[in-house]
């Protein structure tokens, strides 16, 4: 199996600044044949299902701000927010697709300081 | 948009059965893979089991092989997960999930295994 790993666990960062979560996979998610990165990020609010953010590693999906990027290839990966706002307090997680079971990393809680 | 509504959850007994449904809408339901992934209280995602589009391939995590039974019916557009022999620690929320690698999540039924 490939197994997620996270960092930090959590994090607090100051309104308006920069949130950078980190994800590594114990093995390349990348498909060279397809030129992809199996690859998402979801975030999750108390009480709420997860939200797809991103797939294919930087693919945002529809309605997510633009204050959210994605990037990394093969086994590192990182989130970001631009500027934190209230809203976006939440944990985390990456999730690979690469290989089933498509493990997921065991979240990032994100904090205002 | 994709809709899926999870129902069926609630309390049982150890060693008792629980059949949750979700119901989806909104997609061609018989296009795409479909999963269960659970979170205990206070804890991360797992992935749990999957479904191809026409059922023919099953996944288990080794946790639940041997005791849940994914299934669906292409025709009512609905996704199934029979839990029998159920365990203190299969207490979660399980969600439904549109599956092309990435996930399309439902709401979520909670299930409580306790005596």
């Known amino acids: 199996d490939i197994v997620m790993t996270q960092s930090p666990d959590s994090l607090a960062v100051s309104l308006g600044e920069r949130a950078t979560i980190n994800c590594k996979s114990s093995?390349?998610?990348?498909?060279?044949?397809?030129?992809?990165?199996?690859l998402a990020w979801y975030q999750q609010k108390p009480g709420q299902p997860p939200k797809l953010l991103f797939y294919w590693a930087s693919t945002r999906e529809s309605g997510v701000p633009d204050r959210f990027s994605g990037s990394g290839s093969g086994t590192d990966f990182t989130l970001t927010i631009s500027s934190l706002q209230a809203e976006d307090v939440a944990v985390y997680y990456c999730q690979q697709y690469y290989l089933t079971p498509h493990n997921f990393g065991q979240g990032t809680k994100l904090e205002i300081k | 948009e994709v809709q899926l509504m999870e129902s069926g959850g609630g309390l049982v007994q150890p060693g008792g059965s629980l059949r949750l449904s979700c119901a989806a809408s909104g997609f061609s339901f018989s296009y795409y893979w479909m999963s269960w992934v659970r979170q205990a209280p206070g804890k991360g995602l797992e992935y749990m089991a999957t479904i191809k589009e026409d059922g023919s391939e099953k996944y288990y995590v080794d946790s639940v092989q041997g005791r849940f039974t994914i299934s669906r019916d292409n025709a009512k557009n609905s996704l199934y997960l029979q839990m029998d022999s159920l365990r203190a620690e299969d207490t979660a929320v399980y969600y439904c999930a549109r599956d092309s690698g990435y996930l399309h999540w439902g709401q979520g039924t909670l299930v409580t295994v306790s005596s």
């Open positions: 093995q390349s998610v990348f498909y060279s044949s397809k030129n992809k990165n199996y």
